[in-house]
């Protein structure tokens, strides 16, 4: 574990524009208005049962319900993420942190640069774009959903409880 | 993070005593390869525990991943209707290759089920609620693949071999307080 290392809850989320496909981009500050989830992982084309961002395809109604739009980053290129996620029938987008490689992670604090890899590391960002929630996994350990769903909740619960 | 929610209950699908000293929650999916490794394993600890654990399943199944898990965990559901859970739940892990509708229904006539009664809750969608809630629950308990064990409400992401697992379960069952001194002091 890295703790600390991370951008930690109540800071700004760095913006950025990644492209998803050969032709398209996706810019975080364009997604204001509803809360996002980012989720760096180190590769594409982990094992399979115990894959994170199969899991997260399998959940996203669950992440729906809270209006929140996921999107998965690793330092793989566009070719690779669309074979990857044809195979793995995965319906969000995967953005390529691939030239400068690893740049985004690099801001967030989740890059490992010895393994030229990414943490595997979750953000739960606001609709104004602040981060609300970070956490960074043991690398060989997948997260699972839990924590998001956690932050996504106290996120959409009402104001005067807290 | 990782703790089970909610903890087992009488609606939970249970093997083994009420007041056993380690409960072992697996969430699994029936067409998993990764489940069917560990189906026997479960089988073997339950052996070696015997009254000593209580087994706890819940579905989990991976949808878009496995075409025919969440039919194969509904008629697991159906068959717990007519009282005969565990029955179709080893059928199904014992022919993981086998998950039509047509094999499920030839199942349910095996187990000595009322076949066309399966049929109809499966056509209805009559146990899709129950499963999708075991997702649910996982996912809010850190289910993060298929299977996820909890040992005594905690998520266990040690190995499984028969070895381990019942070294863990042994472990956690020693650090136990016996459960009628747990819940209401004498």
Known sequence: ?162 | MSHLTPRVSESDHRAGPDDARVTLVEYGDYECPHCGRAYPIVHEVQRRMDRRLLFVFRNFPLSEMHPHAERAAQAAEAAAAQGKFWEMHDWLYEHQATLEDSDLFRAAKQLGLDADRVEQELAAGTHLNRVRQDVRSGLRSGVNGTPTFFISGVRYDGPWDPDTLHQALETAGERAVPPGTRERPR
């Open chain 1, 1 to 162: 574990m890295r703790a600390g290392t991370a951008l930690p809850a109540g800071t700004a989320a760095p913006d950025f524009t990644l492209p998803t496909t050969p032709d398209q981009k996706v810019t975080l500050s364009e997604l204001r208005g509803r809360p996002v989830i980012l989720a760096f992982y180190p590769a594409d084309w982990s094992p399979v049962c115990g894959d994170q961002m199969a899991l997260y395809n399998e959940v996203r109604g669950e992440f729906a319900r809270f209006g929140a739009q996921l999107l998965g980053l690793s330092v793989d290129g566009v070719w690779c993420h669309a074979a990857f996620a044809l195979d793995r029938k995965l319906h969000f987008p995967l953005l390529a942190d691939f030239e400068p490689k690893g740049e985004v992670a690099r801001r967030y604090g989740v890059y490992r640069a010895a393994d030229g890899i990414c943490e595997r590391a979750l953000f739960v960002l606001d609709a104004d774009g602040m981060i609300r929630w970070s956490y960074v996994s043991p690398v060989g350990v997948n997260p699972g959903a839990d924590g998001i769903l956690d932050a996504l909740e106290k996120l959409s619960a009402p104001k005067e409880k807290r």
